[in-house]
């Protein structure tokens, strides 16, 4: 039997690639369940496969279309850029799971005679088919159709289709993406009829100014009721009063391709993309991408994903404004592109090549520039560009992702640019860039992206400045194909990065790396769902945890990740002042007529009831801005404390993606600083506040020489100042009234998030901080002093064994007016400078005061940003307002338990629970707070979410600030504005006790 896995070719017997589409010719689907059985090598169960009389009643069944990892056979692999076999092109290791697969059909009784196509959309990695014995052929380039002529073969009962599948074969050289490898027949399997005489393929031309171009391998009639036509293939027709289709108003134009008595579907798209001027034009306007790069994932079913699944994907995109997807880093399913065609959205469509693991190699063998590869890599091209060229959605063309550069990027340019010259190219990896229309980066620093920007960046590596290919590079339109890694809690920045994308004509958009978490499906052995990554397969080389970054979770539940880019992207901009407010469209296209306007007022949170309305706007084109009056709203009137105006931006009627008075953009102004009053209880949710540092910026380490210590001996067990209570010996406050609670201690630490982690050495926050010890600080008392009545001075410590660095504490407390009143003061001493180079060495995660509280304790309730958790480099999704949550629920559940729910800028926090006096707390004037039933070292242990059990506790934080998220998890530094400097630390609040 003949063996082709290792064959460096793409295929045998199979069709040309053609165009993917809808007839109403018959077809026969032939998913479902089909007789399996895996082997070890790549014989697979040796020459009888394709045998009809072979029994295969003893084999399983198998779901197709599946991966068979996830059917309960081998195991998933996940690798980031290693290839998982040993680089020996093209051959395999003798080891190479192969899955048999036995299918035996009948057709329907009306199938008609004449021309029968076998199509199989997606297999991984190589499948070699048979029909009734006969070989057909086989294929390699997974993610890529292929059909064969079955006319003949196929008969109308007793059919035996039989496919083997091999794990790994030539074909996963170039396909070494970073995700999954999940062999199997993975997407839809179908047996078409094709009549005679009938059209395989064609292709549609729609320019904006709608002109129209229907060219097919044989004559057909054109028919398009809606705008009366009616013309032969091949003939050009210009029409009048044609919508234009693009991402914000996807119109298309139903109608049919007839020929040999079949009608193909068309959904015409009229519109033209070019770049000029250095800029990419769609319909003759600039466009910005706010986009993402999607995988196809499903925690059950792998890539095998279903059109349900698909529409809840884009849905949920146009819902949090996310208009453009790469798809990362292959071709999808056709049917997403149908339904991004439909729904609205930008589409880089990016072929099925890949080559990272070759870095291993020095680069060397690297199948671009080696010729043998050479079919393999145009095969992919062109299966690619014909099966999705007919789609409005597709407006840019990707060669490959991470494959280094060599001859075959010159073929696979020229290639494309003959067949399809109406759409450009991009390529990021080959610093020339002579094969990309655009200049691409990944993962740069926002100062590089401003330098880009102004058309000031340094070339890369290999090219001379003020060299012909520099000046070509500077030149062209700049597209971010990956920035903000979003692995675990994450990524930050993102309004930053927005704003530098839209401040330069030269941007023509970006994609956060990644829509989905790929998490797979698991149980743990005492039954316990949980989602599986890489380091759960006991399996060398492995990628761990690096495949969960996503801006969904694995079942799809948004992050609080994907509510930060929905703000960050939001396509209305607010510009409140002199009375007035200044509304900036930031769509392409379309003007603001499908939008409404709505405001209310509250203060201190409570929404005033005579204080809300609608904004009248005047008609507001794409890239346009009006000034709207805001109403006179006498805020001085409606009470004392902090006045916010809220302004929403809705849908003023339901789309197919959303219901009316969905939220597209909103903006929140405070209007007056009132009286800051405390009210007995806080209730009800309520507004937003205006964007200040959560911490000051940092300044020359101040590293303090030592202190003496004052205040008297404290024989008694404990000190009363008003109604608190504290430690005689430690000076921790255990209890206020009938509240009790220990503490606080300096906190300085959190549960490292995946980007404190950084990637490998660089930017190894985490690392550096456990290296200094500022995970495992102890704590020293170093007095108590007593200056009047109601005052008391705790004095102390804090820092870690084997290092002298760490802080002195002064915790000042006045009881006035029935509360209790802390100041807290932090000086650093000892070794926070690298003495060999003269630097700071490290500067703590967190500044904050860490309380125990009874495990009763069950609620919170405040005032400040919210509802979803906010860092410094992350709030602008979180408005002011007053919110209530349990403490449970403030948890965020990432897969890799880390750090979470903080919320910046709280004013005023209540924790309540069952027969349980009542904590409120006032920051002064704001704090970060965090509460959960574990601590920090808890959390950071943990390494499921079922593994965070109650400790019968709950501890709060209330913290003069945090450190930043970033996304040096696979980006640049966390930048200096959003750490925690190595100064002074002084933060105050008022605790106190509401029955």
């Not at 405001?599 to 929404?607: I, K, R, Y």
Request: proline fraction near 8%; aromatic fraction near 8%.
């Amino acid at each position: 039997m003949v063996a082709f896995h290792e064959d460096p070719g793409p295929g045998s017997g199979r069709r040309a690639a053609r165009a993917d589409f809808r007839s109403d010719a018959p077809r026969l689907s032939l998913n479902g369940r089909w007789r399996f059985l895996l082997s070890g090598t790549a014989d697979g169960t040796g020459p009888t496969l394709p045998d009809p009389e072979l029994d295969d009643s003893g084999w399983e069944t198998i779901r197709v279309p599946s991966h068979w990892v996830l059917e309960g056979h081998d195991q998933p692999r996940y690798t980031n850029t290693a290839y998982p076999f040993p680089i020996d092109p093209p051959y395999l290791p003798d080891d190479n799971p192969t899955g048999d697969y036995r299918l035996r059909f009948d057709l329907p009784p009306d199938w008609p005679a004449g021309r029968s196509v076998l199509r199989y959309q997606g297999v991984d990695s190589c499948g070699t088919v048979w029909l009734n014995g006969e070989l057909l052929g086989h294929s390699k380039g997974s993610r890529l159709p292929f059909e064969f002529d079955v006319t003949g073969l196929v008969r109308p009962r007793g059919n035996l289709l039989a496919v083997r599948v091999q794990r790994w074969s030539s074909g996963s050289y170039l396909e070494d993406q970073d995700m999954w490898w999940l062999p199997g027949i993975f997407r839809d399997v179908e047996l078409l009829s094709r009549p005679e005489g009938g059209i395989d393929d064609f292709t549609v031309r729609a320019s904006h100014d709608g002109t129209l171009l229907v060219t097919a391998d044989v004559p057909g009639i054109v028919e398009i009721p809606e705008l009366g036509l009616t013309v032969p293939t091949g003939q050009s027709v210009t029409l009048d009063g044609v919508e234009p289709w693009s991402a914000e108003h996807p119109r298309l134009y139903r109608g049919t391709l007839s020929a040999a008595g079949e009608r193909i579907e068309l959904a015409i798209g009229f519109r033209t993309v070019e770049i000029s001027g250095g800029r990419l034009l769609v319909n003759g306007v600039p466009v910005l991408f706010r986009g993402v790069n999607r995988h196809e994932h499903d925690p059950e079913r792998g890539r095998s994903l279903d059109r349900d699944t698909m529409i809840r994907d884009i849905e949920l995109m146009k819902r949090h404004n996310v208009n453009a997807v790469r798809t990362a880093h292959y071709p999808p399913h056709p049917e997403f592109l149908r339904l991004c065609d439909e729904y609205g959205l930008w589409v880089v469509d990016e072929c099925d090549i890949e080559t990272h693991g070759f870095i291993y190699a020095g680069w060397e063998g690297n199948p671009p520039d080696e010729p043998m590869w050479r079919e393999a890599l145009l095969d992919r091209t062109r299966r690619m560009v014909e099966r999705d060229k007919n789609h409005p959605s597709v407006v840019v063309w990707s060669l490959g992702n991470e494959s280094g550069s060599g001859a075959a990027f010159a073929d696979i340019e020229n290639w494309i640019r003959r067949r399809d010259p109406t759409r450009p190219l991009h390529y990021e990896r080959d610093p020339s860039y002579r094969h990309s229309d655009f200049h691409s980066l990944m993962y740069p620093s926002l100062d590089d992206l401003e330098r880009i920007g102004q058309r000031k960046e340094d070339p890369p590596e290999g090219v001379t400045p003020g060299s012909d290919e520099d000046v070509r590079r500077r030149g062209l339109p700049f597209l971010l194909c990956e920035y903000a890694h979003a692995m675990g809690n994450g990524p930050g920045s993102l309004s930053d990065y927005q704003a530098i994308l839209e401040s330069y004509e030269r941007f023509c958009g970006a994609f956060v790396w990644e829509w989905i978490d790929h998490g797979l499906s698991g149980r743990d052995s005492q039954g316990r769902p949980y989602y599986r990554h890489g380091g759960d397969i006991d399996a060398q080389p492995n990628g761990e945890r690096y495949c969960l970054d996503g801006l969904l979770f694995p079942d799809r539940t948004p992050s609080p990740g994907l509510a930060e880019l929905r703000k960050a992207i939001e396509p209305v901009g607010f510009d409140v002042s002199g009375g007035s407010v200044i509304i900036t469209n930031k769509y392409d296209m379309v003007d603001l007529g499908h939008l409404s306007f709505r405001w209310w007022v509250e203060v201190d949170g409570v929404p005033v009831e005579r204080l809300t309305g609608t904004l009248e706007v005047p008609r507001c084109g794409a890239r346009e801005r009006v000034r709207v009056p805001l109403p006179r709203f006498g805020a001085g009137s409606a009470g004392e404390g902090e006045t916010w105006v809220t302004i929403e931006a809705v849908l003023t009627a339901a789309t197919r993606w959303a219901q009316a008075g969905h939220v597209v953009a909103w903006t929140q102004v405070r209007l007056a600083t009132g009286t800051h009053r405390r009210p007995a209880r806080l209730s009800l949710p309520a507004a937003p506040t205006p964007p200040d540092d959560a911490l000051p910026p940092t300044t020359a380490v101040a590293v303090l020489p030592g202190v003496g210590w004052v205040g008297a001996e404290h024989e008694q067990p404990f000190v009363r100042v008003g109604a608190a209570e504290f430690d005689g010996r430690t000076g921790r406050l255990k209890r206020i009234g009938e509240l009790e609670l220990d503490g606080p201690v300096l906190d300085v630490w959190r549960a490292p998030t995946e980007n404190d982690r950084g990637q490998g050495p660089r930017n190894a926050l985490a690392a550096d901080w456990e290296a200094v010890g500022l995970d495992r600080f102890l704590h020293r008392s170093g007095g108590i002093e007593r200056p009047d009545d109601h005052t008391l001075v705790v004095r102390g410590r804090s820092g870690p064994a084997t290092r002298t660095l760490g802080f002195r504490t002064t915790f000042t407390y006045r009881w006035r007016d029935g509360a209790l009143h802390l100041q807290i003061d932090a000086d650093p001493v000892g070794d926070w400078l690298d003495t060999a180079y003269g630097h700071l060495s490290v500067s703590p995660p967190r500044m904050g005061a860490r309380f125990t509280l009874p495990g009763g304790y069950t609620d919170v309730t405040w005032f400040g940003r919210g509802p979803e958790e906010s860092y410094t480099d992350s709030r602008a999704a979180a408005r002011v307002g007053r919110f209530t949550s349990s403490i449970d629920a403030l948890q965020t559940p990432y897969v890799v338990p880390q750090e979470n729910g903080n919320h910046v800028e709280t004013r005023r926090l209540e924790v309540s629970g069952p027969g349980l006096a009542t904590l409120r707390v006032d920051g002064e004037p704001h704090l970060d707070f965090t509460a959960r039933r574990w601590t920090s070292e808890t959390l950071q242990a943990a390494r499921r979410p079922h593994d965070l059990t109650d400790s019968g506790r709950v501890w709060l934080n209330l913290d003069h600030g945090q450190q930043g998220l970033g996304s040096a998890s696979c980006g640049p530094a966390l930048p200096e504005r959003y750490r925690v400097p190595v100064r002074r630390h002084s933060w105050s609040m008022t605790l106190a006790v509401v029955d």
